[in-house]
């Protein structure tokens, strides 16, 4: 079982920057693949970033030039780092890591089976 946590989420401002933070209670994530998705009102859940446990990332078109995902050297937390941030970015964010993610799985839902309770990240104008 693996219990995830999220942080950092607020309140900001369009174009402000934020961190969010993904990590594993009591364990480490390194060799889990670990994915950020996000859920804004009214809309499905959408992937936003992964990274695998070797360390290669996936990033949604929408979002490449803005978001990047990393780990910590110690590999047990998970970072989204947001940047320029939309309106649109308005969302719940989640975090969800599986180490059995199949490589066409990791932009997928379905490709993890344990998802944090996710934090809300506000961008207002």
């Known amino acids: 079982q693996v219990e995830l946590v999220e942080s950092g989420g607020g309140l900001v401002q369009a174009g402000d920057s934020l961190r969010l933070s993904c990590t594993a209670s009591g364990r480490s994530l390194s060799r889990h693949n670990v994915a950020w998705f996000r859920q804004a009102p009214g809309k499905e859940r959408e992937f936003v970033a992964a990274?695998?446990?070797?360390?290669?990332?996936y990033l949604a078109d929408s979002i490449q030039d803005r978001f990047s995902i990393s780990r910590d050297n110690a590999k047990t937390s998970v970072y989204l780092q947001m940047s320029s941030l939309k309106l649109d970015d308005t969302a719940v964010y989640y975090c969800?890591?599986?180490?059995?993610?199949?490589?066409?799985?990791?932009?997928?839902?379905?490709?993890?089976?344990?998802w944090g309770q996710g934090t809300q990240v506000t961008v207002s104008s």
């Open positions: 990274i695998r446990y070797s360390g290669h990332t």
């Open positions: 969800a890591a599986d180490t059995r993610t199949i490589l066409s799985n990791m932009r997928a839902a379905r490709g993890y089976g344990y």
